[in-house]
């Protein structure tokens, strides 16, 4: 199996998302705040998956300027949430660095008390598998 | 013992690729009874049915088995055949190796021996068969159109035209339907009004057709030829036949705050009210809820100035039965709602409206008296932008899978009429397909860019932010360009998914009808009988059968016309034979069937009998013919077997269970 | 001769209401939506017409599973029968969960017309479970004396 | 006892009944069978005892049809079945004088052997009358005692009450012996393994031998033809051919009867093998209970039986292996 191909499945396993269901209509990017930010499109995500070149989406600026602010995986109309095809390929670098997720257990003693609720969400959002 | 003749059918290639069909006809012979076996490229035509016919002549055939496609699709076909050589058609039996085997197996020995199985089953209950007859039953010769939209109002026309007696049953206080509410046609650009009014008028002065407005559908029992209908017809508080239609009630009417469903609730209407100028009958209808009289017990203004003395406040409810040889259902669409789409911002923005309230805002006698202006302020827009797909195509469960099909054309058409009328207003289109097949509809849609300078943009929009200052922010994007885009718009008009009408699912579930997973209703065979339902005697008639435009309709309303007058031309039809009897000497008289009956077929006879020397008047379950449909349910009710079912009788069932899993 | 392990091939039935479930069954024939052989069809007028004795009796001639699909509750043809045939099943199969069938073993589905692609989906899912459970011994050896 | 022999000899004195139906003596203290007395002299072998379990109302599908009315004495529990046949139009109320008895339970002879005593020549305590809560046995091995509760058959532990559902008079006290759960046994079997209920099942229905008892005592199991008798779906066969048989007989059998048995339990009484068929029965009537709201065969005329009936929202077959 040729590298690309490999790396595409591990994203589509990862993000429980079927990328043939897009029906390219661009909402994702219509809706993106990071838009202008990015170099690959949100609605771009899904061809690059779909073409297996997961090389140049793990290398893109797009993959640290998404905010997981998961407006494309809310309005996406197939169901397609081109905002999990980005998380999961950030994951596969971060597991790559040998970073892997917390467990539960290991998150109340980390806590800063002032560290503001969202923040954690929001990183649980974007690190959780 | 029967003499059985097994004919195995190739299909061209699509059993036999799959199948070896010589090995079925071979293994064929060996099962018991069979007298006859072979196979031939196509069963179905005129040389294989004359096969069938020489061997049931010559080999003394009392039975035939057919493997080939569905039964669904050559029952009849081969039933027939067999007729035309003598033998009783019910002693025809299908094996379905096509559908339910050659085109979903891939490997050839599988599915030889699947064939094989389905083959003995087949034979197994061929067995067992016994000769039937179709009885006789009458066919009322008057038909139903449930809906007075376009679709209705056609199918009446045209089967009122053949010299039959139809009644239209409409749920609103007028015919007209989604059609009236209409300002522009395309892609000819028709005034809507001016084509639907003609045909209205003609309908309720068409000496066969009988309309019942403000009156729906509450029962319907019987079956294809004899369906009986009570179709309540809702209290109008005004005597049809006394009023004159003068409108003075409407204009005195103090309650004037009611939202107008007519015009999708952009304003408001009197609690009597027509609900338009054209509405057919021009009889007005109270309003209950809105009306003071019915409120407070105070005010009686509308039967003080009726001059003709027609306002009845005491009316009541009143339930009309009918009988009817055909139904046609023509129940439309609505828009869905958007409250799934905030999105869009349709319920925070009076700016933000849909394609329909549109066509309301365009049409002289809207709202705004057919100026284009912002609902909010009045103001005349400026920018004005059109989004697609608006909870089309939608794999959420918040819009709907299905392409709406007819909002591609509209926006284009929208567009077209705010660019010629208003030359200084910009339009923008945000789509993602542009969908024209049909006559002469991608010319229109290309003149709209090419001609009316329409700027159509491919992407989505992804949010409509209403601004301080009332404008509109639209973020879309431009998929073509790989841009983001961000469009200040006055007034933002969205192309709303269509849905069946919701009634639609309670008038299915009376006509026993077949409905999708889209509450659209199911036609008998997706392109061979595209506008009769799987239930005989109930017809199709526009968009309750999917989405569709007015031309299609109406070509539709046409077809289902002629399914209905097809049926209604018939004196008798033949009644289906496989239908429920009981063996008096085992039926104990318990009522159990009688229970599940859902046609009331099953009655108790007194009746004497001879059970064995032993005569003796018992209480037995009688079957009535005409009524039963062959259901099944009483003979599972029934815990002495002695209801059986003609044509799927206990023992031939088992036979297939016992053949399958030999 | 080494003996050869027999493969379990599940003899599998399947009762499909005329109205709805059989022409589903036919949309994923004719939309080619495979699924094993293994599932042989009977065609029933509604599910009414299945008698619990019907299914007892694939069982004792050696199914390993029976099936029976019919219209959506609501959408039959006979306005009432699968409503019948729901409390039919429910009470049977809950007789054989507590005699001690696996509960697998038995399946009711609601297939419309329309609804090719679950037809397909049900018998594949429904096959799998099938394999997974095995052979039924259990309906065929109950008297097996000790 | 008397009293309900002299009520029976003054009907049939003055005309009211052609015929009484009872129980006569047996020629064991512990088998009293069910008869018709047609005269005064007969009834001097009437009784009605402890040991007088039989459900008399299936006779009346018979009795029916004979000539002039028939007095048939009807337990509280029996009064269910009969009205169930009323139901179903299995039998002909005008022809039934229903003479309410009351009852303080029913005695079981297998559970009073299998507290070992044998030999049995006669049995105190057995009587209706008798307020002794202690059974006192005469057996030649000497005299035993057992208190009457323990001497009693399951379904009188679970008893449905001591109401009469219908009747012309009632005669006797009743008492009240519900001291058990009644379906404490089919919950347990719930809650074993698969595997755990299948050998259950498979030792106690492996002990039957088809004699039909259980099918021809039953009252909802009247049809004039049993369908294991009939053609009708290629399964007569009276004799196991295969192993499947009986598992399948008891199965149809109870399936057949689901919503129509009122639980009176003959089933299991007359089993010759001991085996709890009521367990079936009552497996379906608890699933009944559960899932579509309480329901008592025979209670009454008019209610929809659980199986001809239903709603919108049942529950989905689904739910079997879903429930805890």
């Given amino acids: 199996m040729n590298p690309g191909k490999k790396q595409a499945e591990m994203i589509r396993e990862i993000s429980g998302v079927n990328p043939l269901k897009c029906m390219k209509c661009g909402k994702c990017s219509a809706t993106c705040p990071s838009y202008n930010e990015m170099d690959i499109k949100p609605h771009q995500f899904v061809s690059y998956v779909v073409n297996e070149d997961i090389e140049s989406l793990i290398n893109s600026k797009s993959l640290w300027k998404c905010l997981s602010c998961f407006a494309c995986v809310e309005r996406c109309p197939r169901d397609v949430k081109p905002g999990k095809l980005i998380d999961a390929a950030r994951q596969m670098v971060v597991r790559k660095k040998g970073q892997d997720y917390l467990k539960a257990d290991e998150i109340p003693e980390l806590l800063d008390p002032e560290l503001p609720q969202q923040l954690l969400v929001s990183a649980f959002r974007r690190y959780r598998r | ?662 | 001769m080494p003996l050869e392990k027999k493969e379990f091939k599940p003899k599998i039935v399947a009762f499909c209401c005329n109205w709805c479930s059989y022409a589903g069954a036919d949309l994923a024939g004719s939309s080619r939506l495979t699924y094993p052989a293994d599932v042989k069809i009977i065609r029933v007028p509604c599910s009414c017409r299945v008698n619990p004795m019907f299914i007892l009796r694939a069982f004792e001639k050696g199914a390993d599973g029976v099936i029976m699909c019919g219209c959506h509750p609501g959408d039959c043809h006979y306005s009432t029968g699968n409503y019948y045939a729901r409390r039919r099943m429910t009470l049977l199969f809950s007789m054989l969960d507590y005699i001690g069938v696996e509960s697998g073993r038995t399946r009711v589905e609601w297939v419309s017309a329309a609804e090719g692609v679950k037809f397909s989906e049900t018998m594949n899912s429904f096959v799998e479970k099938i394999y997974s459970l095995g052979e039924n011994v259990r309906l065929g050896d109950l008297r097996c004396k000790n | 006892m008397q009293e309900l022999i002299n009520r029976a000899k003054e009907l049939l004195a003055d005309g009211t009944v052609a015929r009484v139906l009872g129980w006569k003596a047996g020629d064991l203290p512990y088998n009293p069978e069910p008869a018709y007395f047609e005269t005064a002299e007969a009834l001097e072998d009437f009784v009605y005892n402890g040991f007088c379990g039989a459900n008399l109302s299936k006779y009346m599908i018979e009795a029916s049809k004979m000539e002039g009315k028939t007095m048939v004495c009807l337990k509280p529990c029996d009064t269910y079945s009969f009205m169930q046949l009323i139901k179903e139009h299995r039998v002909d109320r005008e022809k039934a004088y229903i003479a309410g008895v009351g009852c303080k339970g029913k005695l079981d002879i297998e559970k009073i052997r299998a507290r070992g005593i044998r030999g049995i020549e006669s049995i105190e305590g057995a009587e209706l009358t008798d307020d002794a809560e202690t059974l006192k046995i005469q057996t030649i091995y000497g005299e035993k005692s057992l208190a009457y509760a323990d001497g009693m058959l399951e379904r009188c532990h679970v008893c449905k009450g001591k109401e009469h559902v219908i009747f012309d008079e009632q005669i006797g006290e009743s008492k009240e012996t519900k001291d058990a759960e009644r379906f404490g046994e089919v919950e347990r079997i719930e809650s074993l393994s698969p595997e755990e209920k299948f050998s259950y099942f498979q030792s106690e229905l492996g002990k039957c031998i088809r004699c039909n008892a259980c099918r021809n005592v039953c009252p909802a199991c009247s049809c004039r033809k049993c369908v294991f008798d009939s053609n009708k779906f290629d399964s007569s066969q009276k004799a196991n051919v295969d192993s499947f048989e009986e598992k399948m007989f008891h199965i149809i059998r109870a399936f057949h009867v689901a919503g129509r048995c009122t639980d009176c339990g003959e089933c299991s009484r007359v089993c010759p093998q001991g085996i709890p068929l009521h367990l079936f029965n009552r497996k379906f009537i608890k699933d009944i209970d559960e899932l579509y709201g309480e329901y008592q065969a025979g209670a009454d005329i008019d209610s929809k039986a659980p199986l001809t009936d239903y709603t919108f929202e049942d529950a989905e077959p689904s739910i079997v292996g879903k429930r805890g």
């Fill in chain 2, 1 to 662: 013992m029967q003499r059985i003749g097994v004919f195995v059918c190739h299909c061209g290639s699509n059993i036999a690729a799959t199948v070896d069909v010589s090995k079925v006809a071979e293994m064929a012979l060996m099962e018991p009874g069979v007298a006859h076996a072979e196979d031939y490229q196509y069963m179905c035509s005129e040389a294989g049915q004359a096969k069938i016919a020489a061997a049931i002549q010559e080999k003394g055939l009392t039975g035939i088995v057919v493997c080939s496609c569905s039964p669904r699709m050559h029952e009849a076909t081969f039933r027939k055949a067999a007729e035309r050589a003598g033998l009783n058609p019910y002693m025809v039996e299908i094996a379905n190796i096509r559908e339910h085997c050659s085109w979903i197996h891939k490997d050839m020995e599988e599915a030889t021996k699947k064939a094989v199985i389905l083959m003995r089953a087949a034979v197994a209950k061929v067995n067992l068969n016994t000769p039937l007859q179709a009885g006789e039953s009458r066919v009322t010769k008057r038909a139903l159109v449930i809906g007075g939209g376009i679709a209705g109002i056609q199918t009446a026309l045209d089967i009122a035209d053949a010299g039959y007696e139809v009644d239209i049953v409409e749920k609103t206080p007028s015919i007209g339907g989604r059609m009236s509410q209409l300002d522009k046609t395309f892609p000819t650009l028709d005034c809507s009004a001016c084509i639907l009014t003609p045909k209205m008028v003609e309908a309720s002065a068409h000496e066969k057709i009988t309309i019942y407005t403000y009156s729906e559908v509450e029962k319907v029992s019987g079956f294809v030829g004899d369906f009986t209908v009570d179709i309540r017809r809702k209290a109008r508080s005004v005597d049809m036949n006394k009023c004159t239609g003068c409108g003075v009630c409407q204009e005195k009417c103090p309650s004037k705050k009611a939202p107008s469903e007519f015009n999708r609730g952009l304003n408001t209407r009197s609690a009597i009210y027509t609900p338009f100028a054209q509405a057919i009958p021009n009889v007005p209808v109270i309003d209950r809820e809105a009306c003071i009289k019915f409120r407070t017990g105070k005010c009686g203004v509308c039967s003080k100035v009726c001059q003709a003395g027609a306002i009845d406040y005491e009316q009541k409810d009143e339930i009309i039965t009918e009988k009817y040889g055909a139904i046609v259902v023509a129940t439309g669409f609505d828009t869905i709602k958007l409250d799934r789409y905030d999105e869009y911002a349709y319920s925070q923005s009076k700016d933000v409206i849909t394609s329909l309230e549109l066509e309301r805002v365009m049409n002289a006698a809207g709202p705004t008296h057919g100026h284009l202006e912002r609902l909010s302020d009045g103001k005349a827009p400026k920018e004005i932008v059109f989004i697609q797909c608006v909870g089309s195509r939608c794999a959420d469960d918040r819009g709907k899978p299905y392409c709406s099909k007819i909002c591609c054309m509209y926006t284009a058409k929208h567009a077209m009429l705010i660019r010629d009328k208003y030359p200084d207003v910009n339009v923008t289109v945000f789509y993602i397909d542009v969908r024209t097949p049909g006559k002469n509809f991608d010319e229109f849609y290309r003149r709209a860019v090419e001609q009316y300078g329409v700027n159509y943009i491919k992407g989505q929009v992804g949010k409509v932010i209403p601004k301080p200052d009332g404008k509109l922010l639209v973020q879309g994007s431009d998929l073509l360009d790989n841009r983001q885009i961000l469009k200040e718009a006055d007034m933002v008009v969205l192309a709303t998914a269509i849905e069946p009408n919701p009634d639609v699912r309670k008038i299915a579930t009376m006509l026993t009808a077949s409905i999708d997973t889209n509450n659209f209703l199911t036609e008998a065979h997706a392109k061979l009988r595209p506008v009769e339902s799987p239930t005989a005697g109930i017809f199709l008639s526009g968009v309750c059968q999917g989405p569709k435009d007015i031309p299609e309709t109406v070509a539709q309303a046409g077809a289902a016309a002629v399914k209905a007058i097809g049926l209604l031309a018939k004196d008798k039809l033949m009644t289906n034979p496989c239908t429920a009897h009981s063996d008096e000497l085992l039926c104990n008289g318990c009522s159990s069937c009688e229970n599940v009956c859902p046609y009331g077929a099953i009655t108790y006879e007194d009746k004497e009998v001879n059970d064995h020397g032993i005569r003796e008047t018992r209480r037995i379950a009688v079957v009535n013919n005409a009524l039963c449909q062959g259901c099944g349910a009483c003979t599972v009710a029934c815990p002495s077997g002695a209801m059986d079912l003609q044509g799927f009788s206990n023992r031939q069932i088992i036979a297939e269970v016992d053949a399958i899993c030999r």
